[in-house]
């Protein structure tokens, strides 16, 4: 993966490469129950009880979230501890709405901002 420039922001190589990582339906599933955990993680046992994918294509998927930089592993003993990057997932958010309504009217984007904003807050 190519590290950031800063934690929040993010060039448009980085970002595609994040976007195309959780570009397929399983690897979004398993990204979301990373999310859902929290800070903690889960091992690989764990999340595969949660999505129900068989270890070879999860162990893919895991392969391909880490490489866009959407996960963090660790390795504890003989067990694999994956989590969610917030701080990477919070900046490919930030890539897309940076520029949000910039051809708007002042009156349009403040409204446009904030109902995005409350829809990902609620």
């Given at each position: ?66 490489a ?26 930030a ?28």
């Amino acid at each position: 993966m190519t590290p950031t420039r800063r934690n929040d922001t993010l060039g448009p190589g980085e970002a595609a490469q994040g976007f195309a990582a959780a570009g397929s339906e399983p690897r979004l599933e398993v990204l979301r129950v990373l999310v859902r955990a929290g800070p903690d993680g889960l091992t690989v046992g764990e999340i595969q009880e949660r999505v129900g994918q068989p270890a070879s294509t999860l162990a893919h998927h895991l392969r391909c979230l880490a490489a866009g930089g959407l996960i963090e592993q660790e390795r504890r003993g003989r067990s694999v501890l994956n989590r969610a990057a917030y701080a990477h997932i919070e900046a490919l958010a930030a890539f897309l709405l940076h520029a949000c309504c910039a051809e708007a009217k002042p009156e349009q984007a403040r409204g446009a901002l904030s109902a995005a904003y409350r829809k990902l807050t609620h």
